[in-house]
């Protein structure tokens, strides 16, 4: 069954209640990443979370601070990036396990619902702005 919602909705809850949400929706599985280092882009997300799966879908978004989201082809790959934090993707992250029920068209725009609440603003202390993380894919396809 799909929802027909105008934007993408991510719910948060213990496993057991996806279990009996997945009985009624077709659900994607995905992580949301809080308090993300604002010079870190979609490209750098991808590359860090396809080691536990296929990332179908990623966006960063900046309002007034920066989230991801990360969505994976499979629900155990997004249960084996969640379990394998803590995650330090630019600095400390906060990440949430995730879904959402399925649409029937996925863009990017659907992909900018994630809402983050104001908090202070930290000082990160880097030395430099990583712009594209193809760097990560040489090397490791050994």
Known sequence: MDIKTP???YISLPKKHMVALAQKYQLDHGLVIKDLNPYINEGYVRAYFKEWGTVTACKVTRNPTSV???R???EDEADRADWAGP???GGDVEVKRVV???M???????NTAAVSVPQPRRSMGLGYI???AQW???GMEK
């Open 136 to 138: 990560l894919d040489e």
């Open 130 to 132: 990583l712009e594209d």
């Open 104 to 110: 029937k068209e996925d863009s990017d725009e659907e």
């Open 72 to 74: 994976f082809s499979a």
């Open 87 to 89: 995650h330090y993707i």
């Open 68 to 70: 991801a989201y990360v």
């Open 7 to 9: 934007k993408r909705v």
């Open 100 to 102: 959402s029920p399925k």
